[in-house]
């Protein structure tokens, strides 16, 4: 069967580190993933795309890995802010190139001072 | 631009009452998807739209369930009769669809409660 999954153990780091988040899937041949961000009480926040054939994707303190091979993606923020913490989501195209995304179950991060 | 909006953004009802949550999408996007959010399940997609069009109902849970999309600045989902187990958030999202993958835009979300 088909199966997303995200850390389901909340992940607590420290002001300044790297949070790194981990995004393993099976019996999916996604064309692109995407990573999104959710605070409480509102609705998620789309962060970055990557595709099948890009290995690496940055933005500003956020970078996004995608390995087709491991079937996993892992996004990383640098120099962490407690303003970061929230739930982060993966979601993956679900019809290998339509607009159809299928969510993990999410991580939640906290940045601690 | 205003965003998503959904109303109401709280519903309290009681079992087995009729229960429509409304959308409007960011203007210009063209297509459109409703989601249901528990602890348990997670983000589920249940119906998505491409030009006003159903393109995929596949994760609409039952009969109860039905969404409609009169036109490109609206869009309805409805459950009757409603269930405690019906509980849950649920969003919208929309976003433009050129044939290749895009961001979605979501909204703030209705928050049901079925007692």
């Known amino acids: 069967s088909q199966k997303i999954e995200q850390n389901s153990e909340a992940l607590n780091i420290q002001e300044g580190k790297t949070a790194t988040l981990t995004c393993n899937y099976t019996n999916y041949s996604p064309a692109y993933l995407q990573w999104y961000r959710q605070d409480p009480g509102r609705g998620p926040v789309f962060l970055l795309l990557i595709r099948e054939n890009e290995k690496e994707k940055r933005k500003e303190r956020l970078k996004v890995t995608f390995d087709t091979t491991l079937k996993q993606s892992l996004f990383h923020i640098t120099a962490s802010q407690p303003a970061d913490s929230a739930t982060y989501l993966c979601a993956l195209d679900d019809t290998g190139g339509g607009n159809k995304l299928t969510f993990g179950t999410g991580t939640q991060l906290k940045v601690e001072l | 631009d205003a965003g998503v909006i959904q109303s109401p953004r709280h519903e309290v009802t009681e079992m087995g009452q009729e229960v429509t949550l409304r959308c409007k999408p960011i203007?210009?996007?063209?297509?459109l998807f409703w989601y249901r959010q528990t602890m348990m399940r997670g983000l589920e997609l249940l119906i998505y739209f491409n030009n006003n069009v159903p393109i995929d109902d596949s994760g609409m849970p039952e009969d109860r369930f039905s969404a409609k999309m009169p036109n490109a600045s609206f869009s309805t989902l409805k459950i009757q009769p409603s269930e405690p187990r019906d509980s849950a958030v649920y969003f919208c999202a929309s976003s433009f669809f050129a044939g290749a993958e895009g961001e979605q835009f979501f909204g703030p979300g209705t928050r049901l409660t079925v007692l």
């Open positions: 203007s210009g996007h063209n297509s």
